[in-house]
């Protein structure tokens, strides 16, 4: 089942302010290989924007090596079609600036969803968010989070937390990479409907 129109969904790769291990709030590593899966899960669900969301100057010189390697010269011409994903990537020093972007482009706040490993009482189901998507004429972005997910800063300000993906025997440890990719195609896919 399709849309029937075009849906405006921006995501972002969190790298501040997110938890360690011990629960203290962070910026995490930016990781080629990061960048390379959520740019090509955004260019094959058609996501306008991956943005890349760190304030430290050295992990965004890092992003942008890599990002320029891949777009420029020799790697453009050997891998055009990683070119193509890879320039959906923005960096941004906070998720603030991504909203503010958005509300640039569109004239109107979008709607920003968090995700998380953890249950939340009040969670959109999968379905809720994609019916949301749906039928509101305003952009979303969706937030993931490296680390150990978002800070509790970030949890406090979204619209809403989408449920954590279920596994099928308790193990919950998804990549942010394979976490995006499952919930971009369960918000976005056209073959089929989800529970």
């Not at 020799?74 to 960096?91: I, T, W």
Request: proline share 5%.
């Amino acid at each position: 089942m399709g849309f029937t129109k075009a849906v405006s969904l921006y995501v972002a790769l969190v790298h501040h302010p997110v938890l360690n291990r011990k629960g203290e709030v962070i910026a995490s590593a930016v990781t080629n290989l990061d960048l390379h899966d959520m740019a090509r899960s955004a260019c094959t669900y058609d996501i306008p924007t991956c943005y890349v969301v760190t304030p430290l100057r050295d992990q965004q010189e890092l992003a942008k090596s890599l990002i320029g390697h891949w777009c420029e010269g020799v790697g453009r011409e050997l891998h055009p079609d990683r070119c193509r994903a890879l320039e959906r990537l923005r960096l941004v020093d906070s998720v603030f600036a991504a909203r503010k972007e958005i509300e640039d482009e569109w004239g109107r706040a979008p709607t920003v969803w968090a995700t998380s490993a953890q249950d939340y009482r009040q969670a959109l189901t999968h379905r809720q968010a994609r019916e949301q998507l749906e039928a509101s004429p305003s952009p979303c972005l969706l937030l993931f989070g490296t680390g150990w997910g978002l800070a509790p800063s970030i949890l406090d300000e979204v619209d809403g937390v989408l449920e954590a993906i279920p596994g099928i025997n308790g193990y919950n440890h998804l990549s942010v990479r394979c976490a995006a990719a499952i919930l971009m195609d369960r918000l976005l896919s056209r073959e089929r409907s989800i529970s």
